[in-house]
């Protein structure tokens, strides 16, 4: 069983910068591959950037690619979402999501999610 919970969210201007955490519990953390996943108002569940368990491996959906950085740090059971040059269409519900073996970009197939945080971005 893992227990997640995100933090870091908030309102924002074009351009600016925040950085998501998300706490997980559980002494086998390092074994769960993460994700984080968004979803605005009136659309559907989407990915935005996976990372396996070791951490040696990333992955970025292409709308964030080379402004989002995913990492994780084991000893204290975090992943983190670095979020740059934000746009006001990353505004969103941001979860973090734990799977077992490898990362995925479908949120359908993750086995625990966080309840999320707000990102607003204004223009």
């Known amino acids: 069983q893992v227990h997640i919970v995100e933090s870091g969210g908030g309102l924002v201007q074009a351009g600016d910068s925040l950085r998501l955490s998300c706490a997980a519990s559980g002494r086998t953390f390092s074994s769960y591959a993460m994700g984080w996943f968004r979803q605005a108002p009136g659309k559907e569940r989407e990915f935005v950037a996976a990372?396996?368990?070791?951490?040696?491996?990333?992955y970025y959906a292409d709308s964030v690619k080379g402004r989002f950085t995913i990492s994780r740090d084991n000893a204290k059971n975090t992943v983190y979402l670095q979020m740059n040059s934000l746009k006001p269409e990353d505004t969103a519900v941001y979860y973090c999501?734990?799977?077992?073996?490898?990362?995925?970009?479908?949120?359908?197939?993750?086995?625990?999610w966080g309840q999320g945080t707000q990102v607003t971005v204004s223009s």
């Open positions: 990372i396996s368990w070791s951490g040696g491996s990333t």
């Open positions: 999501a734990a799977k077992t073996v490898v990362a995925s970009t479908r949120p359908e197939i993750y086995d625990y």
